[in-house]
């Protein structure tokens, strides 16, 4: 099915982590991911997060040679937009597809426009979208939400006794009141 996440909260909270595992989670599952991330320093390129993320993983949604062709329409995001659709249109005829953004608050004006346009244009198709923002304005902003159904989770602190079992269960043993408070300092 389709479907958009938008996941919302501070630096550090836990946002990539999540991204991360619901990628691989989905790959067991065999649905073909796009992972991409947009750059807090630059715009590398117009549009670069989004075709950066149909180049990723072992199993790319774009050859090099369709990759030159889109990038080539940078400078018209409609053109962009209605490209990376049709491809996007074609796989999701035979594979159920994740597409993945994270760090959207970063993301340049283009990448903006593309992703806006592309999921209500894949409503219908088994083609699903999460993105990760520190802004719930600019992950609403990305997803279209105006337009379509959007699933919103927000990522907050972990209760005390959650971290201590986190810690607990990687170390293998419990931790002890010095490690506490190292976990406590960290949030």
């Known amino acids: 099915a389709s479907g958009v996440v938008v996941v919302t909260g501070d630096p550090g909270i836990g946002k990539t982590a999540l991204l991360t595992e619901i990628a691989r989670r989905a790959s067991l599952m065999r649905i073909r991911v796009a992972r991409g991330k947009c750059d807090e320093i630059t715009f590398a390129y117009p549009g670069a997060p989004i075709l950066g993320l149909l180049r990723s993983g072992r199993d790319p949604l774009i050859t090099t040679a369709e990759l030159e062709e889109l990038t080539a329409l940078a400078g018209n995001p409609l053109m962009l937009a209605d490209r990376v659709a049709g491809h996007l249109q074609a796989l ?16 340049d004006p283009v990448s903006r426009f593309v ?9 219908s198709l088994p083609v699903a979208f999460i993105a990760a923002s520190r802004s719930r304005a600019d992950g609403e902003n990305v997803s279209a939400a105006d337009i379509v ?22 170390l293998g043993y419990t931790i002890t009141d ?9 949030g």
């Open 92 to 107: 999701a005829s035979v594979d159920h597809l994740l597409v993945v953004l994270d760090d959207v608050q970063w993301a």
């Open 115 to 123: 992703l806006r346009s592309l999921i209500p244009r894949m409503s």
């Open 149 to 170: 159904d959007v699933e919103r989770i927000a990522l907050g602190p972990l209760a005390r006794g959650s971290i201590a079992a986190l810690a607990r269960d990687r």
């Open 178 to 186: 010095d490690e506490q408070h190292l976990l406590d300092a960290a």
